[in-house]
């Protein structure tokens, strides 16, 4: 059983960085694969970025590759999100999840989810 809780989510203007960190419960945290997802308002949940036990990187998208950062600290159960150069298209809840499947770009791959926290990106 893996329990996650995300934070640092809140308003910044184009251009600008957040750093979003997801909190993990669980004794098998480190064999896990990592991913983040995100919702707009009207939209789907998307995949974002994920990280996988052993620290390949699988991104959604060359504009998430160029701007954003996923890591992790098995030491401390918490992955992170560094996003840089924001843009207002990136405004939706961000999600953490998390997974022990081979395959972990769609929703239904994962088995874990947090409850979000909150981008908002001004023009």
């Known amino acids: 059983q893996v329990y996650l809780v995300e934070s640092g989510g809140g308003l910044v203007q184009a251009g600008g960085s957040l750093r979003l960190s997801c909190a993990a419960s669980?004794?098998?945290?480190?064999?896990?694969?990592m991913g983040w997802f995100r919702q707009a308002p009207g939209k789907e949940r998307d995949f974002v970025i994920a990280?996988?036990?052993?620290?390949?990187?699988?991104y959604s998208s060359d504009s998430v590759k160029d701007r954003f950062t996923i890591s992790r600290d098995n030491a401390k159960n918490t992955v992170d999100l560094q996003m840089n150069s924001l843009k207002p298209e990136d405004t939706a809840i961000y999600y953490c999840?998390?997974?022990?499947?081979?395959?972990?770009?769609?929703?239904?791959?994962?088995?874990?989810w947090g409850q979000g926290t909150q981008v908002t990106v001004s023009s």
């Open positions: 999840a998390a997974t022990t499947r081979s395959r972990y770009t769609t929703r239904d791959d994962f088995y874990y």
């Open positions: 990280i996988s036990w052993s620290g390949g990187v699988t």
């Open positions: 669980g004794r098998a945290f480190s064999t896990y694969t």
